[in-house]
């Protein structure tokens, strides 16, 4: 099915150990963004990409890198993971970015002890 | 600063009620959503709003540009309605500092409807 697929579902990592969090499209779409979600801070934007090869920071992109080299894939790096980056992750695309909905991955839900 | 703001934080109706959520923001955007989130699931896209009002199936969606307000109704409410329902924002340029084409959302309203 058409969509975005984000894995993985569940993650546990050790503080100071680093990941990657993967995020596909299949819809062409050329925008994609990386949000997290915290009980009571609602979601915020950490990266964001207009289109391959082009990336920029969004609310949050503190201890976060990303890199767009296809259209199709925006992975997300945790490089030394901090117990303050436990949240749920979740990726989105939209093929225009304002002028339509958006589309959302099913979420990676990370711990970091 | 909260720059969108939605009410009621928390509600809960018998089923077959008329449901109200607002949401109201305090800058120049592009476009409002209103995402749907069940518990412990994904997000979805229910409207994307740019001016006057969008309806699918039970669901309606209004906004009122120059009052910066919007509400989502539900009509006939049902127990699958139950879920998180979020308005989001695409901020115009002058207002998001660089953020331009990503969401600004407000914190959500737990929906809860009782058979």
């Known amino acids: 099915n058409a969509g975005v697929t984000q894995t993985p579902k569940f993650q546990v990592l050790k503080t100071g150990q680093s990941m990657t969090l993967q995020c596909a499209q299949d819809?062409?779409?050329?925008?994609m963004s990386w949000y997290r979600q915290d009980p009571g801070m609602g979601l915020r934007l950490i990266h964001y990409?207009?289109?391959?090869?082009?990336?920029d920071q969004g609310e949050v992109p503190n201890g976060y890198n990303v890199s767009r080299s296809t259209t199709e894939d925006f992975p997300l790096r945790l490089l030394s993971a901090a117990p303050s980056q436990t949240s749920v992750y979740f990726c989105?695309?939209?093929?225009?970015?304002?002028?339509?909905?958006?589309?959302f991955g099913s979420g990676t839900r990370l711990t970091v002890v | 600063k909260n720059e969108v703001e939605q009410s009621p934080q928390n509600l809960t109706a018998q089923e077959g009620e008329f449901i109200t959520i607002n949401c109201s923001y305090s800058v120049g955007i592009s476009a409002l959503h209103w995402l749907q989130q069940h518990p412990g699931g994904g997000i979805v896209s229910l409207f994307m709003?740019?001016?006057g009002k969008k309806k699918h199936g039970r669901l309606i969606a209004t906004i009122n540009i120059q009052e910066k307000h919007s509400s989502l109704h539900i009509t006939a409410s049902h127990p699958r309605d139950s879920a998180v329902y979020i308005c989001a924002v695409t901020l115009l340029p002058s207002y998001s500092g660089g953020g331009a084409d990503g969401l600004t959302f407000g914190k959500g309203t737990h929906l809860i409807i009782q058979p």
């Open positions: 990409s207009v289109g391959a090869g082009i990336t």
């Open positions: 709003l740019s001016s």
């Open positions: 819809m062409n779409h050329e925008y």
């Open positions: 989105a695309s939209s093929s225009t970015g304002t002028r339509n909905g958006y589309t």
